[in-house]
């Protein structure tokens, strides 16, 4: 079933955080949906420009409303990360799409909210909720890419204004996290005097916490000793996301841990079996390692069992 993800947030603020993950192709779409069924947990099936994209956006959708119909029990909302003006506009009216993100933060603060306000016009009059962004995270994600030494924490007095001039439903706020592989370089992590403070001036509004994948240690090792180079990768440490999502951090965006699982079983099944030539055999193995990966996250975030407790509330 897909709802909005302003239905999740409700439920989820203060005790639990929902899971956002980007996909991009059929293997990751079906170990997402088990995963979160394994675990019991509703969930947001993010996808991206370069997603949609990558071969054609009706493929995707196609793909998820099938998912919809294997897995009856499914609560998720669709929603576009990282979206320009005229892309939130083609997902507004499309009607498939639950929620929409404008990424205006490159825009000066005042642009940034008109832009913001225009897609939340054009979305609230169709039903879709808007998440926007303020601030700026580093690292680099598809077309969005911040020099580290441009990246700029979300500054809390400016919160209150941007979301009342805007009308966003959710925010993205640079805490200290950054796109990518590449987070952190010593034992930086994330600032919640940010969050307490964001929490503080605006109680009961969803924010939102942008790469947060942990770049899990063993899976970065085991892709290294297939011969991957993936020297210094460092990401997010899972017990500071937990705390995050107890204090307003409603949607945690995870999409470079899919995709270090996806290289790690491929290399390790291409070494193991050099004679294989079909795609299926590793395809298999990732979407039982996925799914394993997924019900994982959900216990971390607290979204795990929460699947009935949101049912009864629609």
């Known amino acids: 079933m897909i709802v909005t993800t302003e239905t999740l947030f409700n439920h989820a603020y203060g005790n639990y955080a929902i899971g956002a993950y980007n996909i991009n192709n059929l293997e990751q779409i079906m170990g997402l949906f088990r995963g979160n069924m394994d675990s019991k947990a509703p969930f947001i099936v993010q996808l991206s420009k370069g997603a949609r994209g990558y ?89 969005v890419s911040v020099d580290e030494a441009d990246a700029k924490l979300t500054d809390p007095r400016q919160v209150e204004e941007f979301v009342q001039r805007s009308g966003c439903d959710s925010l993205a706020c640079a805490i200290g996290t950054s796109h990518g592989a590449y987070k952190f370089t010593g034992s930086q992590g994330l600032h919640f005097d940010v969050i307490e403070d964001i929490a503080k001036l605006l109680p009961g509004f969803p924010m939102v916490m942008h790469g947060s994948s942990s770049v899990p240690p063993d899976e970065v090792q085991r892709i290294n000793a297939a011969g991957g180079q993936l020297g210094g990768a460092k990401g997010v440490d899972e017990t500071q996301i937990s705390k995050a999502s107890k204090m307003g951090v409603t949607k945690v965006n995870i999409d470079t841990d899919g995709r270090l699982v996806w290289c790690r079983v491929h290399r390790e099944s291409f070494i193991e079996s050099p004679e294989n030539f079909d795609l299926r055999p590793p395809g298999k193995i990732f979407m039982a390692e996925y799914a394993k990966y997924i019900a994982h996250k959900s216990e971390v975030l607290g979204s795990a069992g929460q699947l009935e407790n949101v049912r009864e509330k629609l």
């Open 55 to 143: 071969t054609d956006k009706r493929m995707l959708e196609a793909m998820i409303r099938t998912a919809d119909e294997i897995f009856p029990d499914a609560i998720f909302a669709v929603h576009l990360d990282h979206g320009d003006e005229e892309t939130c506009y083609e997902c507004i009216e499309s009607g498939f799409y639950s929620s929409v993100m404008i990424d205006a933060s490159a825009e000066e603060f005042d642009e940034n909210i008109a832009i913001t306000k225009r897609v939340v016009d054009a979305a609230h009059a169709k039903g879709v909720v808007v998440e926007a962004e303020l601030g700026k995270l580093g690292g680099v994600e598809e077309h």
